[in-house]
């Protein structure tokens, strides 16, 4: 496999990055530390991608607090758009791919049907947009790029919502859980896995793809799953979006569909609870 450089390393899909590299023996792999691969550092970059010179760098670095970046805007917009441009420009300097992590948030999520990569992309929150303006500073910038949209990531790294639940779970008997938000869970390892199939495909179909787990589900559903695959006695009670108010308005109903990127790749996309079956099979491991 060609050279990889990994952008935001030391993140939690970075990290699930380095756990499959390791796995499927990707030697030709290099995960700088934060000092030397700052997204807002233009000269950096071109300096770091100009010494490593990789065919391929893949970007998880991102303004990834979605409250906070209604208060942070300049921030998100740094991290999300400037940072993205600053890579993409880094790139086109030496001839590498990049490959731009993104989000189901750039929709409105109004609509119950499959989000497809052609729709209308309709932000409702800072954190939205920027990581829209992100994506098409991307695609003005630089012609040889994949953008990976993706949605509910959670792994045995960092904090995301299934180590909260699990943590919540040896502390509380009761917890109420929003049930009128719709989507699909996203195993890091999973994303990390398609990524890799991308770069090994060699191929040259640029643009924007897809990728979550498979199926459907809302954060009470998700939670009450958490808590019997790993059997915690919790009781989850579901309530509406209102009775819990968050200063980022959310996406309602955000699945995408995802037949683009397993067409392209021919990449087989796990079921979401049975990835979280694994994934909560390691955390109890660690």
């Known amino acids: 496999m060609s050279k990889i450089l990994v952008i935001g390393a030391g993140g939690q ?8 590299a390791e796995r499927r023996e990707i030697t030709q792999i290099v995960f700088p530390e934060e000092k030397d691969a700052n997204i807002l550092d233009e ?13 391929f760098v893949i970007n998880c670095a991102a303004y990834t607090a979605v409250d906070k970046a209604e208060d942070e805007v300049d921030l998100a917009k740094a991290i999300n758009e400037t940072g993205a441009a600053y890579l993409a420009t880094a790139c086109l300097a030496i001839g590498a791919t990049l ?55 959670y792994s045995e790294y ?12 040896t502390e509380r008997d009761e917890l109420n859980i929003i049930a009128d938000q719709v ?27 897809h990728y979550s787990n498979e199926g459907v589900t809302s954060w009470f559903d998700f939670a009450k799953a958490i808590f019997d695959i790993s059997e915690a006695s919790v009781k989850v009670n579901p309530i509406p979006g209102s009775a819990y108010p968050t200063k980022a308005t959310r996406p309602a ?3 995408m569909d995802k037949t683009k990127i397993k067409k ?5 996309i796990p079921y979401w609870r049975d990835s979280l079956v694994e994934c909560i099979s390691k955390i109890k491991d660690q």
């Not at 899909?13 to 499959?20: E, H």
Request: aromatic share 10%; with cysteine.
């Open 99 to 153: 490959i731009h992590v993104s989000t189901d948030f750039v929709f409105e999520g109004n609509d119950v049907k499959l989000l497809k990569e052609e729709d209308e992309a309709k932000p409702i929150n800072v954190y939205g947009l920027t990581k829209l303006d992100g994506e098409k500073a991307v695609a003005q910038l630089l012609p040889n790029h994949f953008i990976v949209r993706t949605s509910w990531l």
């Open 253 to 255: 109903f955000s699945v």
């Open 158 to 169: 960092a904090n995301n919502f299934v180590k909260t639940m699990l943590k919540l779970g």
């Open 183 to 209: 989507g699909t869970p996203t195993y890091a390892i999973d994303l990390a896995n398609a990524i890799f199939d991308i770069i090994a495909s060699s191929s040259t179909a640029y643009g924007i793809y």
């Open 13 to 20: 899909l970075g990290q699930c990055l380095k756990t499959v």
């Open 264 to 268: 392209t790749f021919n990449i087989e």
């Open 43 to 55: 000269t950096g970059l071109k300096t770091l991608l100009a010494n490593e010179k990789p065919a």
